[in-house]
C-alpha cells in the first residue's frame, strides 16, 4: 500500500514550477514539494486547522454555517485519534490536488486554494477523513496500512466508476468508498466517531480478509 494516498482532483493548469526554495529540487507544484510540506520540512504558512473559526479566518468573506457542525464534529474525533489537519499554500500541492492524508505521520493537508467554498471543503475533508477511518480499520493509525470499511459490493457503482477514472486500479477499492464517503453528509463523521471511540470493529463489520489479518495480528482477541 503507498505510504499517502492523494486526495481528490481538479482540472486545473499550473505554470512551470518555481524554484524557490532549497530542500525542493524539483520546485513547487510537485510531488517534491507536496512530500516536503507532508514531512514538515515545508512550513511555511501552513496552519493547523482545529476549528471551523480557523477556516472562517482564512476566508472570512465566506459562509461555512451549514458545515460547520459536521466539519468541527470531524476534526474532534480526528484530534482525539491523533490526527491532525492543516491548511496548505496551493505551491506545496501539484497542479490539482486539492488533499492528501499520509498514512505514516497520520496527519492530512487542505490546499488552500479550493477551500473557500464549502462544499469543495466538506467533500476534501470527508474525503480525507475517510482514509483516516480506512487507517482505523486496518488496525490501529500506528502503522502504514488502511482497510477498506465496507465490502467492495456495498460501493455504488457511480464511485467505483469514478475512481477508475482517476486512479491506479491498486487503488480503487480504497478510493471507491472514499468518494462515496466524501459525497454522503456525516458517513465519515460516524466512522471517525467510531473509531475515536474504540468501537470500529463493533459498528463496522470487518471484510472477511481484514478480519482474518486483524486475528492474526492480534488486534482482534474474541
Known sequence: MKKFIIGMLAAVSMGTPALADPKLEKGFYTMDSLGCMILRECTENVRRITSIEDIKRNYPNRDFSVVADEFDQMLLSLDKIGVMVFLGPEKYFPPGHRGV????????????????????????MRHE??????DCMAGSIDNSLIAIIHPEEDVPMLYREMAERTYP???VPWEAEAGWAGRTERMTA??????????MWKVYKPTPLTEKWLREEGYITK
Open 169 to 171: 486500479a491498486s487503488a
Open 101 to 124: 492524508y499520509h498514512t505514516v505521520s497520520n496527519n492530512f493537508f487542505l490546499n488552500d486554494a479550493f477551500m473557500h467554498r464549502q462544499g469543495v471543503l466538506m467533500s476534501v
Open 190 to 199: 460516524k466512522a471517525l466517531t467510531a473509531c475515536a471511540n474504540g468501537k
Open 129 to 134: 477523513g475517510w482514509h483516516a477511518a480506512q
